[in-house]
């Protein structure tokens, strides 16, 4: 029997509004022996994803997409791993895992846990591989299904058209501007700092970008884009739809990715101009990344891995060790953070 020192991030109580650390998750460091029986594997994980949506598994709810957090538990989501230990066939030790990963050191994955949380073998290569093994949470992972499969099935873009991206520089919209750059359209962006607008325009090479901090929101879509907007990628909700839909044209295209913008206050934001859904025939539809995930799969797999290989699309991340991934995750629904959250907890 080994013995292991266990660094883990918990679930401590149910925040009304932003989560506090300390009060609402926090840090706690725990011994275990971990004993395996048929089909069950113990994993060391390497990384795993901080995302905005976890913030909704945060809520005592019971009707949600995603199971809600549990009090006293390790907070959950998109990860890689190692397997150290196993009595499965499917996991020998030392193959590289992706899927649903606990915020901490080890893991024991009973046999009958290993499906419900999609744990899968990476095959040929991982560690070998130019592209590194933490994208796997971010750019070949979640956040970026999320925007290659979306664009795609709901934005439908065609060449010559007008795209308007909210929260821009984070994981999911750096993906869906420079898919959309590749086809053809005209890119627009919107972030929440003066640094952030530089790298959208600088280095993903937007077509404009503006600071929706500074000046009327409204405004800045009319200057950026005089012809109105063909596709609004909406990562945030609020006022920014609102704006979108002032400028979008007839039979635009709404993604409804997310709405950051809410999550996290105590009266949403009453979006006043529905009115142009009917005049203008404009489609807003919501979505799940694993709705596509059967159908595309094996189209992002191909596509976007030939994209990094090639420098086609870059992806910027900001990488954060265990102990610090409270204050990550408080930071990224705050709108501090800048690019793909990454949580790293142990080198492969």
């Known amino acids: 029997m080994v013995h292991y020192t266990n660094k883990q991030v918990l679930f401590l109580n149910y925040p009304t509004g932003f989560p506090v650390v300390g009060e609402h998750l926090g840090l706690q460091t725990t011994e275990i022996d971990p004993v395996l029986e048929d089909n069950d594997i113990l994993l060391r994980n390497l990384y795993v994803s901080a995302d905005p949506y976890l913030r909704g598994r945060m809520r005592n709810v019971h009707d949600s997409y995603v199971p809600s957090f549990v009090l006293g538990k390790p907070f959950s989501s998109g990860g890689v791993s ?13 193959a590289i895992v992706v899927g649903e990963t606990n915020w901490e050191e080890y893991s024991h994955v009973t046999g009958a846990r290993v499906a419900a949380l999609g744990l899968q073998v990476v095959e040929g290569g991982a560690r070998d591989s130019k592209i590194p093994l933490r994208y796997w949470v971010g750019a070949l992972g979640m956040p970026s299904k999320t925007a290659y499969y979306s664009l795609k099935i709901i934005g439908q873009p065609k060449k010559g058209e007008t795209i308007y991206i909210s929260a821009a520089s984070g994981a999911v919209g750096q993906i869906v501007g420079q898919l959309a750059r590749l086809q053809g359209l005209r890119v627009i962006g919107s972030a929440g700092s003066d640094e952030k607008v530089d790298f959208l ?4 090479k937007f077509d404009a970008a503006f600071n929706y901090k500074k000046g009327n929101i409204l405004e800045n879509l009319r200057r950026y884009a005089p012809k109105g907007i063909d596709i609004y990628f909406d990562n945030v909700g609020g006022e920014q739809l609102e704006a979108a839909l002032e400028v979008m044209n007839l039979y635009g295209r709404v993604i409804s990715c997310g709405a950051i913008s809410v999550y996290n206050g105590q009266v949403p934001y009453g979006v006043r101009n529905l009115h142009h859904l009917i ?6 539809r919501g979505f799940i990344v694993s709705d596509f995930e059967k159908q595309e799969s094996a189209n992002f797999r191909r596509e976007v891995s030939e994209y990094f290989l090639n420098g086609d699309i ?21 709108g501090e953070r800048f690019g793909k959250v990454v949580i790293h907890i142990a080198d492969p």
Do not use: W
């Open 82 to 94: 190692e397997v150290i230990q196993s009595r499965n066939p499917k996991f020998p030790v030392g």
């Open 279 to 284: 005049a203008k025939r404009i489609t807003i």
């Open 314 to 334: 870059v992806y910027k991340e900001d990488i954060v060790d265990l102990d610090d991934a409270p204050n990550a995750f408080v930071g990224l629904l705050k």
């Open 201 to 204: 325009l600088n280095e993903l």
